[in-house]
């Protein structure tokens, strides 16, 4: 049969992600080719050492489009985290700078600081009724304002040795394949869980052959994620913190009513509550969980510049926002992917380092970021068939 | 030149493979009137989506003759400028712009200046809203704050404004109340007497029987017959779009009626922008277990207002006490309604009833979600084997479980939204419009489903404006008018004039 336009539409509005995969694709072989040197062996893109600082860069904006995600699939927007970044961090930095606190006193007080900070965000949006957008704007003002008051203006440095581990470490080599082992494990008990909970309600299973394909597929995928970062120095650690984060808000997204919520509610927000949901809460979970990876993503900033500055994650939020749009969630809510935000931070990220390895100058940086902003939301539209708006 | 004003031939439409409607044919003369039936579904509005050029030309194939020569309408810019308006069942009005410019959008009047000449725009729009006999809208005053009745003729002022040739309504009256309903009909009539052609589309066929000359009957998207209507019976209508004899359009089953399970005291609710005025003025009424109780009025009477406060969701301020069991419940949100076994099946659908990107599954499981988490996850095979039990016993026709619900057709959409309440096991029931917008098939399954919860001693309220479904269903009748309970009848030897003449006010000897 032949292929169709059609075909390819539906195909590519299926499985996004592909598509999503293809550019990440294309954006590697363009840096490889053009940072090709045979002097020093090869493709200087395409190094192990590459790849692993390609992660770290990505670390901090996907922590934040994770949640980020979550924030527009509910038909909100959060223009704050940039600022909220910055002040978790600064705060972490002056704990543990100027009061010596113990690294998991700091971590707690932030968490529990940045959980605060984006419920009140969300309890202003969802049960006093102001618009996000409104609320964000004041909070990116605010947020910026107090870490200047906090770290006076200045940068606040040197963080302890365990603080920088957060943002510079390495797992050994034997805990990342065990990490490895341990992942791959989990998947096969998912799947074997999920067949036969399907065979126990009479559900269509697919085939074993396609299963064990799907299997081998994620091992290898796994496979060898973790031996080219063990051939460098090991798993980052906020790379690692970066994959929790993204298992664990794909499964909130995927398997919990939480998650569930979020998309009913950004879909169509008076139905849902027709159904007995609390939607305002919903809401306003959301937010606290922003606020949670605002606080993830201050640490790390602050442990991997192994200091606290007063402009640290400044445009954070666009980044993050972009890596969304580009992830191939809509503005109208209802629709977005954890994974898809995760890959539209990759892009950036892919982006940001090739484009640095090439020494091109950050205006130049700056502008191919916004096209291809617009030029992935357009591509979406167009393949999609549909306007999303 | 042609006999016809319009003639559609052999129109077929695609949608990624699937025939949607195949080899229609379609043809009004002028001044004539074609009611065009057919259960939801069928194809009726792609068949007028085809017309209106809202699918362009090229699109679809097959002949549109207008005038006699073939239109190649690519936008619906060009059908209206030939002539060709269609008023569509879900209403396009802008809320937050006033009635005037609602009905000149598009086509805004201007001054000599280049700014939008309001004065006289609002006197044109005050001379059509007279020529519908509706003298008393005030047209400057925002859409949203009249009825969905009254939007549905300042629908019809925008399509008179356009100079129409040809008027396609769509489901016109699923919203009007018998005495808009009326003025509608009188006023086609006016306009066919001065050369108007119209297609008619509804489900109600007495209203078809009334005005239309032909009747075109389109079932599974295939042409099955047309003739006119001095041929025809409503039921041999109802015969071609089902395929088959529908005897009783009432499954009226016996049921034993127990005792009272609610009780609603002194409901008042207030409009929410004339903070003065009662939308629903100090109503009580005893619901029993097993019974359906028909609450008829007419639209803007207050009744939806009441079935949202019940509900947990009136907007403005409100005021009664309500009793669950003989014990005085408060329910301020609808997750408190929901939790007591207090469910509603709103009005608006769209609006109100489906999640529309999320599917169908997922709809109706959206209200029980939690009672298939095990910890903190869902069990999905477990949610999902319950979303293929609820859609087979719902008959929802849908391709696969977990399509968005917004690619179903009205009657499947509105299974969903009650299969999502009666997952909850209410105690009560209250349905608004429950059979609004869907067809015969539906509508019976519909009928079927709300004797079934009176068997299992669910007690039901049903508001409908549509008198013959409430004496058809109804146990007891309660008549609102003007926010005020005017009338409450078992329903024995009860007449639709009785029902009428309680919502209007008039001395009623009362039957009760």
Redesign the interface.
Known sequence: MPLTKNDIRRFLSEYKIVALLMVIALIWAFFAFMTYDADLGGSQFLTARNFSNLLRQMAITGMLAAAMVFVIVAGEIDLSVGSLLGLLGGIAAVLDVTYHWPLAGTVFVVILVGIALGMLTGWLTAYQGIPSFIVTLGGMLVFRGAVLGATGGTTIAPTSNELKVIGQGYLPEIMGNGIALALFAVLVVMALRTRAGRKKHDLPVSSFAVEIGRLVLAGAAILFFVVTLNSYQGVPVPVLILLVVLGLFSIIANKTVFGRRIYAVGSNMEATRLSGVNTSLVKMMVFGLMGLMCAFAGLTTTARLAAGTPSAGFGAELDAIASCFIGGTSMRGGVGTVVGGMVGALIMASLDNGMSMLGVETFWQQIVKGVILVLAVWMDIVSSGTNRG | MSEFLLEMRDITKEF??VKAIEGIHLSVRAGECVGLCGENGAGKSTLMKVLSAVYPYGTWSGTILWEGEELKARGIRETEAVGIVIIHQELMMVPHLSVAENIFLGQEMTTAGGFVDYDGMNARAGALMARLKMPDIKVALPVSSYSVGKQQLVEIAKALNKNAKLLILDEPTSSLTARETRTLLDLIKEFKARGMACVYISHKLDEVAEIADRVTVIRDGTHVATRPMAELSTDQIITLMVGREMKNLYPREPHAIGDVVFEARGITCWDTINTSRKLVDDVSFKLRAGEILGLAGLVGAGRTDLAMKL?G?FAGESEGRTFLDGREVVVK???D???LGIC?I?EDRK????????GVG?NIT??V??RF?RG???????E??AI?KEIARMHIKTAEPLQPIASLSGGNQQKAVVA??LM?MPKVLVMDEPTRGIDVGAKYEMYKLIFELALQGVAVLMISSELSEVLGISDRVLVMGEGRIKGDFPNEKLSQEQILAAALGKPTTAAA
Do not use: Q
């Open positions: 990624n493979g509900f969701c949100e609808p997750a309604a929901v939790r509603m709103p609006r109100h009833g489906i999640v529309p990107l999320m997922y959206l209200a979600l939690s988490a903190s996850l869902i069990d999905s095979e477990s999902l084997a293929h999502k309440m909850t």
